[in-house]
């Protein structure tokens, strides 16, 4: 009888986080969260030329919403850690404050990008998204809490200090104008139901995410990615088609390697999920089944995309 009720009250539980993750349909209703913004901004006016932690913690840390504890493990890590991030990148921080100011008055292009996705897949589901200001080592991420987006890493101006930033920050930091685009990409990924196992599953997972994110947005966030791909398909196809089936990523996805930019798995995923979408006779469909990919080499097959190399 007592293991007939644990797991009725563990599926009770899982019923209860299902609802909550799916429980919004009308985008129109999507909160967009920027209040840990200004907590930020406040907790760095009165954390001092030191940067102090324990400022951090108690203004911008601790009563910051679901975005901000969603963001702490893992990217943020601690208040400890975020002082000594902003102390090694103390100009770039102060800079982007016109940036992150501006964010707040992008709510209506972002629910724009909100309502072609239901338009396009119609069981889409919009949870809250959050803007924080993280630790320089993510533009964002999709959690059963809602997206939630690092605004530091969308600061890039023509009068920017770079003197701080490493050769990964110089790729990777963008101008505000993309913020809607990110958000369409992590929107994506938060109604995806797999994740990357393969480096085909990976650069499918993302790649998706940009094409369809593209679709609705007008962008995706890999534009660097195709000036060097475009020009080099065949032999990066032949690359990764040797390497697509291991679990092995480099070169492809989530970090940097010498003579290519970063995460060139985004621009193939993109190049099949495009192949796919632009052979299908239904759209929706197409845009359905990116979502719900069971068999990454079927998926593969179905697109076509080899067949132009052959």
């Known amino acids: 009888m007592k293991k007939l009720i644990v797991r009725s009250i563990i599926g009770s539980l899982l019923l209860v986080a299902g609802i909550a ?6 985008p129109m209703d999507t909160e967009i969260i920027t209040a840990d913004l200004d907590r930020f901004w406040i907790a760095l006016g009165q954390a001092g030329p030191d940067i102090k932690s324990s400022v951090l913690e108690e203004i911008y840390l601790k009563p910051g919403s679901k975005g901000i504890k969603g963001f702490t493990k893992g990217r943020i890590k601690s208040s400890e850690n975020l002082s000594a991030v902003i102390k090694a990148h103390r100009k770039y921080y102060h800079s982007i404050k016109p940036s992150t100011d501006s964010i707040a008055g992008m709510k209506d292009q972002i629910r724009q ?14 949870p809250p998204v959050y803007f924080v200001i993280g630790a320089l080592n993510s533009g964002g991420t999709s959690s059963n809490d809602g997206l939630i987006i690092g605004a530091e890493m969308y600061g890039l101006t023509s009068n920017t200090p770079t003197d701080e930033l490493n050769e990964w920050l110089l790729t990777v930091i963008k101008p505000v104008s993309e913020v809607p685009h990110i958000v369409a990409h ?13 480096l085909l599953a990976a650069s499918l997972k993302e790649g998706s995410a940009d094409f369809i994110a593209e679709l609705i947005s007008g962008r995706h966030i890999n534009q660097h990615a195709h000036d060097f791909a475009n020009p080099r398909e065949k032999e990066l196809w032949q ?5 697509m089936n291991q679990k092995d990523y480099t070169g492809w996805l ?4 010498k003579d290519r930019p970063n995460d060139l798995g985004y621009w193939m995923g993109y190049k099949i ?13 197409a845009i359905d089944d990116m979502i719900h990919i069971k068999d990454f080499n079927k998926f593969l097959v179905q697109s076509g995309y080899s067949k132009k190399f052959e």
């Open 273 to 285: 999920s495009k192949a796919y979408y632009d052979q299908a006779k239904d759209k929706k469909n």
């Open 21 to 26: 993750r799916a429980q919004n349909r009308n």
């Open 254 to 257: 989530y970090g940097s390697s």
């Open 186 to 198: 992590e929107l994506v990924h938060f109604q995806q139901n797999y994740d990357g196992s393969t």
């Open 239 to 243: 690359e990764f088609k040797a390497q």
């Open 113 to 126: 990008s909100l309502v072609k996705l239901k338009d396009l897949y119609p069981k889409a589901t919009f």
